[in-house]
């Protein structure tokens, strides 16, 4: 059974950072593509960023130049999201996802304000 657990959400000024954390354990697949989903008060849940198993990156645009999705480097199946410049338009919670061979597992999700 795989689990994905995030951590690292909070309340931050605009202009502000935050780094999220997320780790999948369990099954036996391998390296998961990892990715960050966000889902706004009322809106739909969206792409923020990606990094596959060849550890190419995808970014929603309007994260895009401010937000920075990598792997830990001991745990390949740990991803870390670098969030920088950050504006009240980012406040949602944010849902970690890990996928492979057609299957995806969610994180429980962490909530992140941006907020003066």
């Known amino acids: 059974q795989v689990q994905v657990v995030e951590s690292g959400g909070g309340l931050v000024q605009p202009g502000g950072s935050l780094r999220l954390f997320c780790a999948a354990s369990?099954?036996?697949?391998?390296?998961?593509?990892m990715a960050w989903y966000r889902q706004g008060p009322g809106e739909e849940r969206n792409l923020v960023a990606l990094i596959n198993d060849n550890a190419a990156t995808n970014y929603g645009d309007s994260v895009r130049g401010r937000f920075t999705i990598s792997r830990d480097r001991i745990n390949k199946n740990a991803v870390f999201l670098q969030m920088n410049t950050l504006k009240p338009e980012d406040t949602a919670i944010y849902y970690c996802?890990?996928?492979?061979?057609?299957?995806?597992?969610w994180g429980q999700g962490t909530q992140v304000t941006v907020s003066s």
């Open positions: 369990g099954g036996n697949f391998g390296i998961f593509t």
């Open positions: 996802q890990a996928s492979k061979y057609g299957q995806t597992y």
